[in-house]
């Protein structure tokens, strides 16, 4: 089993940065492929980005691509989602997901462990 934990979120005005930690614990992630998802209110979970196991590839939701930036450090087994230009409709709870050879980074079905969330608000 291994434990997620995200911090970093906050209170921000459009344009500002953020950058989101997702600290692991109980095992190492060194292996996983994690994945950031977003939940508006009244709005379905989504996507906003992935990395695979060994940082070799990201991926991004179209809405954050150029803005958001996905790293990982697997000796410190954590993984971070740097957030520049805020924008309003970036409000959300983020959560960071951890699964083994996920084939599609994108689909929230395939990870099989998921952090409680850290709230970001961008005020306008």
């Known amino acids: 089993q291994v434990q997620l934990v995200e911090s970093g979120g906050g209170l921000v005005q459009a344009g500002d940065s953020l950058r989101l930690s997702c600290a692991a614990s109980g095992r190492t992630i060194s292996r996983d492929d994690m994945g950031w998802f977003r939940q508006a209110p009244g709005k379905e979970r989504e996507f906003v980005g992935g990395?695979?196991?060994?940082?070799?590839?990201?991926y991004y939701a179209g809405s954050v691509k150029g803005r958001f930036t996905i790293s990982r450090d697997n000796a410190k087994n954590t993984v971070y989602l740097q957030m520049n230009s805020l924008k309003p409709e970036d409000t959300a709870v983020y959560y960071c997901?951890?699964?083994?050879?996920?084939?599609?980074?994108?689909?929230?079905?395939?990870?099989?462990?998921w952090g409680q969330g850290t709230q970001v608000t961008v005020s306008s």
């Open positions: 990395i695979s196991w060994n940082g070799n590839r990201t």
């Open positions: 997901a951890a699964g083994s050879l996920i084939v599609d980074q994108s689909k929230a079905e395939l990870y099989n462990f």
